[in-house]
């Protein structure tokens, strides 16, 4: 059984960088079968998709965020990274990660975690 | 980019009832599209991914359809676990984008 964990600092100041971590147990980071994702949802609005990365290391970002935003993964840890550089209250959101299957559409998630940017 | 606009955002309903959710893509997406159910502290939960494909341990009252700009998921008779908020999610190689979710409540 899949299983995805974020973790990470509930609290971020405006101006530094959000970082958080996804453990995921049950499937490989390093499988060619499968992307790695990062999704959030504000509180009150709809889900945003923030990017992809694959095994390889290739990314996909969404275009309104791709100028702040970088992925990276650790095979060894079997672990995949989210950093959002000079994050404002616009930032504060559950974040989600996701595994997406190689039709594109995401298959499990983790139960999210909140990060509040706030000084 | 191509917008999803979900209805309706809330939906009373009772134990037994058949209820259908809509998604609407502002151009045409093919049937790339899949449908979460997600409950409050919980990871949302994939139930149907390419407009009409049924996941894997998904009950069969649920079901979706549509192609093009039109899509609905309808359950055939709610039971009590269903009460959730549904998810459509627009996707393909490059891009993704989210309704705004519908939450179903017990009328």
């Known amino acids: 059984q899949v299983q995805l964990q974020e973790s990470g600092p509930g609290l971020v100041k405006p101006s530094q960088t959000l970082s958080l971590t996804c453990t995921v147990s049950g499937d490989s980071v390093s499988s060619s079968t499968y992307y790695w994702s990062w999704i959030r949802q504000p509180a009150g609005k709809a889900l945003e998709w923030i990017g992809r990365?694959?095994?390889?290391?290739?990314?996909n970002y969404s275009p309104s965020l791709k100028s702040r935003v970088s992925m990276s993964l650790d095979t060894s840890e079997n672990q995949f990274f989210l950093w959002i550089n000079s994050v404002t209250a616009a930032d504060t959101a559950v974040y989600y990660c996701?595994?997406?299957?190689?039709?594109?559409?995401?298959?499990?998630w983790g139960r999210g975690t909140t990060v509040t940017v706030s000084s | 980019d191509i917008q999803m606009t979900q209805s309706p955002s809330t939906l009373s309903a009772s134990v037994g009832d058949r209820v259908t959710i809509t998604c609407r893509a502002s151009?045409?997406?093919?049937?790339?599209l899949a449908w979460y159910q997600q409950k409050p502290g919980t990871a949302p939960k994939l139930l149907i991914y390419k407009a009409s494909s049924l996941e894997s341990g998904v009950p069969s009252r649920f079901s979706g359809s549509g192609s093009g700009t039109e899509f609905t998921l309808t359950i055939s008779s709610l039971q009590p676990d269903d009460f959730a908020t549904y998810h459509c999610?627009?996707?393909?190689?490059?891009?993704?984008?989210f309704g705004q979710g519908t939450k179903l409540e017990i009328k």
């Open positions: 151009q045409s997406i093919s049937t790339w």
């Open positions: 999610l627009r996707y393909n190689p490059y891009s993704y984008s």
């Open positions: 990365i694959y095994s390889n290391g290739a990314t």
């Open positions: 996701a595994r997406v299957t190689y039709y594109f559409y995401m298959d499990v």
